[in-house]
């Protein structure tokens, strides 16, 4: 059996082309190439090898109950001014904290005020030239409520705290721990 057919009998079976590659003891891009069909005779057909890809699993959409069950506060909803630009219907806090925007009752995005939650939603509605975040939300925000729909904010305000003696920071850790557990479409961390 030459080693492009130990390479094809092995993706059959189901490997993956690394583990392909250290089985044989041979580099990854000559098994990548023995799969693609490069390199073979034209007396050879073409086969198509299917190489299983792994699929991270889909995270669950995070709902409103379990923001409001750990201690988030509906604090605003995102309207749109008669000029077009962003506002809030009511004022927030000033406190440093986390916050959600919340569409159909599943939060579509999380983020962590650390100069506190008006300032940091301020810059949302009226984002800098550099701040690539900012203005990217903005135009997120205003598709949405241009087509008929409502963003509520949620917030939370939870305490900094000590882990082994080293400082936690309590919003900021909650925030992550939300982006890592949870499917947030506006996150880009969450995608990852």
């Known amino acids: 059996m030459t080693k492009a057919d130990q390479i094809r009998a092995l993706a059959a079976d189901g490997l993956e082309v690394a583990e392909i590659a250290r089985r044989l003891d041979i580099r990854y891009q000559q098994a990548y190439n023995v799969l693609k069909g490069r390199n073979r005779s034209a007396s050879i057909p073409d086969v198509v090898v299917p190489v299983p890809i792994a699929l991270k699993p889909m995270k669950p959409r995070l709902p409103v109950e379990t923001l409001i069950a750990g201690g988030g506060t509906l604090a605003s909803r995102w309207l749109l001014s008669a000029d077009g630009d962003l506002v809030l219907d009511m004022p927030v806090p000033k406190a440093v904290g986390v916050y959600s925007f919340v569409k159909d009752e599943f939060a579509i995005y999380v983020g962590v005020a650390t100069v506190g939650i008006s300032k940091r939603l301020y810059t949302y509605g009226k984002p800098g030239v550099s701040q690539r975040t900012n203005i990217r939300l903005n135009g997120f925000i205003k ?37 890592n557990k949870y499917m947030l479409p506006w996150n880009m961390r969450s995608a990852g």
């Open 143 to 179: 598709k949405a409520l241009g087509q008929s729909g409502s963003i509520d904010i949620y917030v939370a305000t939870p305490p900094d705290m000590e882990w082994n003696g080293l400082p936690v920071h309590g919003a900021a850790g909650v925030e992550l721990g939300l982006i």
